[in-house]
């Protein structure tokens, strides 16, 4: 079992910039591919960024169209946490994030196995 806490969020100004944080429990957290999601009021929850192992020792990156180039996804194993920083924010970016984490690669994943309760991001502008 792996739980999974996130923290940072809060209310942000347009054009600002916030770090999510997602410490996890579980021993084999270097193993598992960690993942940021979303979801708006009124809207279905969205992939935001996800993290991978590639060849055991180096791990990936996949992100989002929506915040491609202005957000960075990274993880500290000696710490099990993964973090999620995003950029040049924008009201769109107003929901809750989620973080979740996986056994699998991440090309292999279609239902995510663990949750986090997910923090509120409020991006005025």
């Known amino acids: 079992q792996v739980q999974l806490v996130e923290s940072g969020g809060g209310l942000a100004q347009a054009g600002g910039s916030l770090r999510l944080s997602c410490p996890a429990s579980?021993?084999?957290?270097?193993?598992?591919?960690m993942g940021w999601f979303r979801q708006a009021p009124g809207k279905e929850r969205e992939f935001v960024a996800a993290n991978s192992w590639t060849d055991g020792s180096t791990y990936y990156a996949y992100y989002a169209d929506s915040v491609k180039g202005r957000s960075t996804m990274f993880r500290d194993n000696t710490k099990n946490t993964v973090y999620l920083r995003l950029n040049s924010l924008r009201p769109e970016d107003t929901a809750v994030y989620y973080c979740?984490?996986?056994?699998?690669?991440?090309?292999?994943?279609?239902?995510?196995?663990?949750w986090g309760q997910g923090t509120q991001v409020t991006v005025s502008s």
């Open positions: 579980g021993r084999t957290f270097s193993r598992y591919t």
């Open positions: 979740a984490a996986d056994e699998a690669h991440y090309r292999r994943i279609s239902n995510w196995d663990y």
